[in-house]
């Protein structure tokens, strides 16, 4: 009885390098002002017709690749992402289609920031229970088709990226290395902090004109961006005070911390919250702004490739966003 792995990753970027010089091109914004506040450089953006299943395709390949793994030996694929491909079906079932693997269970995990880590505990305890025996996760999120690129929506536009990364998960014969404790929150009451309004089915009718043309259009995500600055800082300390916690360590017990991307000014404030030191924590918004479920398995791709995780490190990611629903992950790696 081993404990659940993430035995493998891979990422892709889409394909188009958006700078904040070309942001503020397109409305009332600049590098200093993007800098400073989200610690933004860049972020990649599709060029067309391109999916959130596409993008997880190119890092699912990666990853069963890296594992030396085909498709068919994945038996339950979980797709976590806020800007699924069509409203239905689910962006799991697009993703099986593109890896050819017919009659597996797919699924997709609709908790935007905390979406990978969600799908990562739904992994875990299929895996436990005997369920499945290799899980393909996968964070994948095209925003860019969907944010608004004029000074109307610059608060939120500036912030977001498009990208996929996934991870192959089974049970390792391990019984000290891998998902050692989940833990998920959320807190519904919030929802109108940071959401996106329509489509909605309870509206009379789904898509009027009338939304598209006000002057403040449900159609775009809205943020309340200081409040949803502070929930953030705070729950995720507490999610990674508790994490350690459940497994009878302390915060400096920690080798490598893996926050979600929303804003690299959180992840500092989270860091110094826990008095935990900066280099220890991964972070890579800078080039590639908030990818929402993808941000955590490429964080986690990025820090393999650069050295600085290790086997044996005593890992704890990080998410908070939309719901409130925010949540942490304690592993050996
Ligand atoms: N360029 C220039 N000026 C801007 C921009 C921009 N892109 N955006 C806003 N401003 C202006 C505002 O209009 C405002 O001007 P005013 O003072 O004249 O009214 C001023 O800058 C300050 O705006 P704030 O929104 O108060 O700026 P703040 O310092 O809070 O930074 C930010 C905004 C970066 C969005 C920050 O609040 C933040 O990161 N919030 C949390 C994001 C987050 O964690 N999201 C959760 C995950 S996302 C998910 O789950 C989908």
Known sequence: MGLTR?????????????????????????????????????????????????????????????????????????????????????????????????DVPAMDVRNQCTGFLYGLTVADAFIQAGRYERVLLVGGEVHSTGLDFTTRGRQVAVLFGDGAGAAVIERGDDDERGILSTHLHSDGKFADKLWLEAVSARAPHRLTEEMITSDDPPIFPKMQGRYVFKHAVTRSAEAIREAVAAGGYSVSDIDLLVPHQANLRINQAVAMALEFPEEKVVNNI????????????????DALEDGRLNEGDLVCLVAFGAGFTWASVLLRW
């Open 286 to 301: 800078q080039k590639l702004g908030n990818t929402t479920a993808a941000t955590i398995p490429i964080a986690l791709y």
């Open 6 to 102: 993430i035995r493998s990753v891979g990422r892709c970027l889409a394909d188009k390098i958006v700078t904040n010089d070309d942001l503020a091109g397109l409305m009332e914004t600049d590098d200093e002002w993007i800098q400073q506040r989200s610690g933004i450089q860049q972020r990649h953006h599709i060029s067309e017709n391109t999916g959130p299943a596409d993008l997880g395709a190119v890092a699912a390949r990666q990853a069963l690749d890296r594992a030396g793994l085909e498709p068919g030996d994945i038996d339950c694929i979980l797709f976590g992402t806020l800007s699924p491909d069509y409203d239905m079906p689910a962006s799991a079932c697009v993703l099986q289609d593109r890896l050819g693997i017919p």
